[in-house]
Structures are given as C-alpha cells and as structure tokens.
T-cell receptor, first 115, second 115 residues
Framework: DVKVTQSSRYLVKRTGEKVFLECVQDMDHENMFWYRQDPGLGLRLIYFSYDVKMKEKGDIPEGYSVSREKKERFSLILESASTNQTSMYLC??????????????FGQGTRLTVV | AQSVTQLDSQVPVFEEAPVELRCNYSSSVSVYLFWYVQYPNQGLQLLLKYLSGSTLVESINGFEAEFNKSQTSFHLRKPSVHISDTAEYFCAVSDQWGNDYKLSFGAGTTVTVRA
C-alpha cells in the first residue's frame, strides 16, 4: 500500500516561530503536494513539487515555503508562524502517469495551532 | 485552473435512506474527476474516480457517481446509507499543469447519518 507519512498529528507553536512540517512517501512518486484544510473552504493548494529541488506555488503560497531535497520527502516551512495559519495541513503524493488517473494519496494530516 | 462547486455543505440523512451529493466543475477539454472521503480524524481516501469510458463509476462500498459532460457535473449517490458513512466528502478535478496534474477540491459536504 502507498504510504504518506506526516511527522506530527498535532502541533502547537507560538506566533513568530519557524515551523517545519515533514512529509515522506514510499511509492517513489514524482509529485508531492501540500494543502491546508479549513472548514467551509475545502482543501487549498499551498505548494507542489513535480521533481526533486523543483517547486511551484499553488493557490495560497503567502507565508509558506517548501523544500524538496530528496524525492521521498517534501517539507512545508512556515517562516514566521501567525495565528491565521492555524489549520489542518495535508500532504499528498501522486504519479505523473495519467494512466494511473493522477490519484493523489494523502497523509493523516497535521493539525497545527499557532498561539 | 479548474474550479469545483459542491452545492451542499451539510447533508443530514437517516440510516437506510438514499443520499445525493452534488458536484459541478468548470468546463475543460478533458477532465479526470474524483470523490474523496474523510472519516473523522483521518486523512482523505479515494472513494471513486472517472477517467474515461463508462460515465457511471462505482465504489466497493455502494457509492456511485455519474459523469455528465453536458452539465459539467459529477454527483455522488448511495441508495441506502449506513451510520458508518458519516464523513466529509470532497469532489475533486484534475488540472493539467505542463505534463503533470494537480487536484482542485470543492469545499466539501458533511454527511451525518442518524439512526
């Protein structure tokens, strides 16, 4: 089974802290994604990466950055956490092969609270 | 970029009653469509997908969805729900980015099944 693992289920950080959210997948997928999930807004794409050291902005990249040094690992970085970044963060991976239907596989999520 | 509209944010339903969750997407030449389910305190799981071929697709737990190109819709139905179907359901559409794809999600529909 495909497994996408996020390093923390719950995280509490203080305003202004630098926060790292880690995600690892074991299916050798080229594509990886970070979403945030908020009630009534669904999932919004923050950043995605289609290859090592490559990154692209999604719909809401402000206040975030990412790092992809290895194929299996995709990190989301909050440079200076703010209370409006309190949310559920979901990592996903997929293969670029359209024959697989571009299905995305998701991690369990990290619920981040910024106080 | 694609946009996805889920017309109902909350759907309460009694056990063994039918349910329909509505999803419309912005038009595109070709499209892949997905329904994901999120059970409480879990990540997203793929429920079913439409890639091509038959416009009616089914999941292993009794859900079905019908792709309607003329109405740009992909509504999800189940003829008889169980308590265990209580979850949040997300409609998603693939969005081609270069040679790769990324998913755009609707805001989600919360289904609450009551005895």
């Amino acid at each position: 089974d495909v497994k996408v693992t996020q390093s923390s289920r719950y995280l509490v950080k203080r305003t202004g802290e630098k926060v790292f959210l880690e995600c690892v997948q074991d299916m050798d997928h080229e594509n990886m994604f970070w979403y945030r999930q908020d009630p009534g807004l669904g999932l919004r794409l923050i950043y995605f990466s289609y290859d090592v050291k490559m990154k692209e902005k999604g719909d809401i990249p402000e206040g975030y950055s990412v790092s992809r040094e290895k194929k299996e690992r995709f990190s989301l970085i909050l440079e200076s956490a703010s209370t409006n970044q309190t949310s559920m963060y979901l990592c996903a991976s997929s293969s670029p092969d359209a024959g697989e239907g571009t299905e995305a596989f998701f991690g369990q999520g990290t619920r981040l609270t910024v106080v | 970029a694609q946009s996805v509209t889920q017309l109902d944010s909350q759907v309460p339903v009694f056990e063994e009653a039918p349910v329909e969750l509505r999803c419309n997407y912005s038009s595109s030449v070709s499209v892949y469509l997905f329904w994901y389910v999120q059970y409480p305190n879990q990540g997203l799981q793929l429920l079913l997908k439409y890639l091509s071929g038959s416009t009616l697709v089914e999941s292993i737990n009794g859900f079905e969805a019908e792709f309607n190109k003329s109405q740009t819709s992909f509504h999800l139905r189940k003829p008889s729900v169980h308590i265990s179907d209580t979850a949040e359901y997300f409609c998603a559409v693939s969005d081609q980015w270069g040679n790769d794809y990324k998913l755009s999600f609707g805001a989600g529909t919360t289904v609450t099944v009551r005895a």
